[in-house]
Nanobody
Framework: QVRLVESGGGLVQPGGSLRLSCAAS????????MGWYRQVVRNTRELVAY???????NYADSVKGRFTISRDNATNAGYLQMSGLTPEDTAVYYC?????????????????WGQGTQVTVSS
């Protein structure tokens, strides 16, 4: 069974930095696109950054120039380096990935989410 687990969230002062990690585990053959989303209570989950399997990255306008998404295909891991954090970045951050794997019935590709990690930016 495939799992995504985020880590690296926490409390940081405005202007500070955090690095989020997403570890994928299970019988993984490969990972297609990976994305980081964030959600504030009662709001919709918004895409923050996305990286394709070839490393091409896209960012929400609100984080361009401050956040950097990366991935390590060898270890099935994804990262979100966040700097210049503001209180508006406070949210639960979720990792998302399309994972290719093999099960009893053959090759499959499914969309997976992590459990989320809280990022709080406050003085």
């Amino acid at each position: 069974q495939v799992r995504l687990v985020e880590s690296g969230g926490g409390l940081v002062q405005p202007g500070g930095s955090l690095r989020l990690s997403c570890a994928a585990s299970g019988s993984i053959l490969s990972i297609d696109g990976m994305g980081w989303y964030r959600q504030v209570v009662r709001n919709t989950r918004e895409l923050v950054a996305y990286i394709s399997s070839d490393g091409s990255a896209n960012y929400a306008d609100s984080v361009k120039g401050r956040f950097t998404i990366s991935r390590d295909n060898a270890t099935n891991a994804g990262y979100l380096q966040m700097s210049g954090l503001t209180p508006e970045d406070t949210a639960v951050y979720y990792c998302n990935a399309v994972v290719r794997y093999r099960d009893t019935y053959g090759l499959r590709a499914d969309d997976y989410w992590g459990q989320g990690t809280q990022v709080t930016v406050s003085s």
